[in-house]
């Protein structure tokens, strides 16, 4: 099995990353993913995950950030405000 290059496939990729300032540890994520964790966040199946597990915790804590963000907003084409 082949060992994927990290290093060599963010220098080829580096201008499909952005920066996201709402996530820690200074994230660097793709635009598709970006959008897609706003659309995530925003769906009305999120409002109703819930338990206690530190899996589902995790899961929508780190999904919060992305409720309300203009970036992630932009990238999946939709108005932050709707």
Do not use: T
């Not at 990290?6 to 959008?35: E, F, T, V, Y």
């Not at 409720?67 to 990238?75: N, P, V």
């Amino acid at each position: 099995m082949l060992k994927p290059n990290s290093d060599a496939w963010l220098q080829s990729h580096c201008q499909q990353l952005i920066d996201c300032p709402n996530q820690p540890g200074k994230l660097r994520i793709s635009a598709a993913s970006c959008a897609k964790r706003y659309d995530l966040a925003n769906q009305s199946r999120y409002q109703s995950i819930s338990g206690d597990s530190q899996d589902i915790v995790a899961f929508k804590f780190n999904l919060a950030h992305c409720r309300g963000c203009e970036i992630g907003a932009a990238m999946a084409g939709k108005d932050a405000a709707a």
